[in-house]
């Protein structure tokens, strides 16, 4: 069974850094591009903030983020990284990670993420 666990959410400061971790279960990671999405407060729609392949190739990152955002992965542990730095009030809400739009696996629980001003 494919499973995605999702830590390392808090409550920060504006300006503060974040680690999120996904540890997922299960064939997911070795031939698929791996995503991180943001859940914002009120909103139903998982917005992808990153994106890395599984292989050599540009990450992806959302205007909002780039910059600040590094998404990374490590196949080995079938973990998948995102370091969140300057962090901004926008960037709060609840934070999932799965595979691209189209190949989405079950959602997991996700990890939030509260910057306050």
């Known amino acids: 069974q494919v499973q995605l666990v999702e830590s390392g959410g808090g409550l920060v400061q504006a300006g503060g850094s974040l680690r999120l971790s996904c540890a997922a279960s299960g064939d997911i990671f070795s031939r698929n591009t791996m995503a991180w999405y943001h859940q914002a407060p009120g909103k139903q729609q998982r917005l992808m903030v990153a994106?890395?392949?599984?292989?050599?190739?540009?990450?992806y990152y959302a205007d909002s983020v780039r910059g600040r955002f590094t998404i990374s992965r490590d196949n080995a542990q079938n973990t998948v990284y995102l370091q969140m730095t300057n962090l901004k009030p926008e960037d709060t809400g609840v934070y999932f990670c799965?595979?691209?739009?189209?190949?989405?696996?079950?959602w997991g629980q996700g990890t939030q993420v509260t910057v306050s001003s």
């Open positions: 994106g890395i392949r599984s292989g050599v190739g540009t990450d």
């Open positions: 799965n595979r691209l739009p189209g190949s989405w696996v079950p």
